[in-house]
């Protein structure tokens, strides 16, 4: 039978451990705070923007919300990122994706100081990762690395198979499994033979956003699959990229959605603001 990785619980055990050094930083005077901007209403950020604030507070972070309309221009965003930047009281700076389609997603990305990116998305942070600098990391693929960690599954020598190679995803997970010393692949929609590519990994991970499209037959026995994919069924149940059912009497580890990668994400989030306070501190 399968190991179900619980993402819900390390989630849960990572918050704990952040809340503690938080209480500690806070008596020694520090007080760590977190800019949330979003731009809009679409319902999905919003329930994002929520969860983000709910895990600041359980924390003991401070967060600020900044709640512009869709028709924000983008000039008056960089305007205030600029503001923000300059903000000794603010930690860390997060605008929710997607923006609006007037909005140049890049100049956005690259305006936040890489010092407040806590989403780990600027080119400098990227860079960083790239060559085992100090920097933030895109929050889902650390939290990947956490939910192997601390399941005592191995990673060093393993062949790993990620499918789907966005800058947010795919491309940082190979650097940091690269890191972990594994022998990496990544997988896309141009692969061929994807099944035969994906049966030779012994961690497959899969973020395509296409849901349940792995089948046990993309899986070798005794595999360890992580499933990035989050989709809404027409019953309204959450279901992954990965069949998981089916992929179930194949594997040795695995992820559940809803409960595996999400939580994941945030906790990884609180984790980088608390990073920054060390990062600005490295000035
Ligand atoms: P994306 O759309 O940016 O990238 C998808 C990738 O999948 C692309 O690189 C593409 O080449 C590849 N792909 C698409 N169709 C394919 C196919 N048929 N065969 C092989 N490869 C294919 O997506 P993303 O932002 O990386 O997100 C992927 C999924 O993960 C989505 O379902 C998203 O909702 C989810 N996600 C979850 C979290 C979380 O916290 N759990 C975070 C980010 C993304």
């Known amino acids: 039978m399968a190991y179900i990785i619980d993402g819900k619980q390390i989630s849960q055990d990572i918050k704990n451990e952040l809340r503690e050094k938080v209480t500690q930083f ?45 028709e924000t221009q983008q000039d008056e965003l960089l305007k205030l990122i600029d503001d923000l930047n300059a903000d000794h009281s603010i930690h860390g700076i997060l605008v929710q994706l997607p923006l609006p389609k007037h909005m140049n997603e890049n100049a956005i990305i690259n305006r936040i100081s890489p010092l407040k990116d806590v989403d780990g998305f600027h080119p400098q942070n990227v860079g960083a990762l790239c060559i085992g600098q100090p920097g933030f990391v895109s929050c889902t693929p650390a939290g990947i690395i956490q939910l192997l960690k601390r399941s005592d599954i191995e990673i060093a020598g393993k062949e790993c198979v990620i499918i789907g190679r966005s800058n947010i995803v795919g491309k940082p997970m190979s650097l940091l499994l690269l890191a972990e010393n594994a022998t990496v692949t990544i997988a ?13 990994a012994d961690i497959l991970i899969a973020a395509v956003g296409r849901p349940k499209m ?15 994919g989050i989709h809404r069924l027409e019953s309204g149940k959450l279901c992954g990229d990965v069949d998981y059912d089916d992929v179930l009497s194949i594997c040795s580890a695995i992820t559940p959605v809803p409960g595996g990668v999400g939580p994941m994400t945030i906790a ?16």
Request: aromatic fraction near 6%; charge should be neutral; hydrophobic fraction near 40%.
């Open 188 to 200: 896309h929609s141009k692969t061929e033979n994807l099944m035969e590519v994906c049966k030779r």
């Open 214 to 228: 792995f089948t046990k037959e993309y899986v070798k026995e005794g595999a360890v699959v992580i499933d990035v």
């Open 26 to 70: 806070k008596e020694n005077g520090k007080n760590i705070a977190l800019a949330v901007v979003q731009i809009g209403n679409d319902p999905a950020s919003s329930v994002y923007v929520n969860n983000k604030k709910k895990a600041c507070e359980f924390v003991g972070i401070r967060s600020v919300a900044y709640e512009l309309p869709e």
């Open 268 to 283: 990884m989030l609180m984790n980088n603001c608390v990073e920054s306070l060390k990062l600005q501190h490295m000035e």
